[in-house]
Nanobody, 123 residues
């Protein structure tokens, strides 16, 4: 079992940057691929990025490729999402999740979820 807690969200102007963190509890963190998802008001939750258990392989949604970077520190049981060149359409609640593979991008394929952190990008 893995418990996940996100932090680092906030209000930022378009073009700015934020770094989200997701702290995991449990000794099995390093066994899981980790993903970030987001959900805007009135929209379905969508895939943003995923990392393999050691960070060696990553996967990104086309909408964030080249602007967002996922990374992890297994010694600290933490996964990060560096978000640069933010746009108003990036406004959403961001969730981290633990799953079986970095190749997975569907919500139902991830077993454990955090509560989310709000990111608001003003124009």
């Amino acid at each position: 079992q893995v418990q996940l807690v996100e932090s680092g969200g906030g209000l930022v102007q378009a073009g700015g940057s934020l770094r989200l963190s997701c702290a995991a509890s449990g000794r099995t963190f390093s066994r899981y691929a980790m993903g970030w998802f987001r959900q805007a008001p009135g929209a379905e939750r969508e895939f943003v990025a995923a990392s393999s258990w050691n960070g060696g392989s990553t996967n990104y949604a086309d909408s964030v490729k080249g602007r967002f970077t996922i990374s992890r520190d297994n010694a600290k049981n933490t996964v990060f999402l560096q978000m640069d060149s933010l746009k108003p359409e990036d406004t959403a609640v961001y969730y981290c999740a633990a799953g079986a593979s970095w190749r997975l991008s569907r919500v139902y394929e991830y077993a454990y979820w955090g509560q989310g952190t709000q990111v608001t990008v003003s124009s």
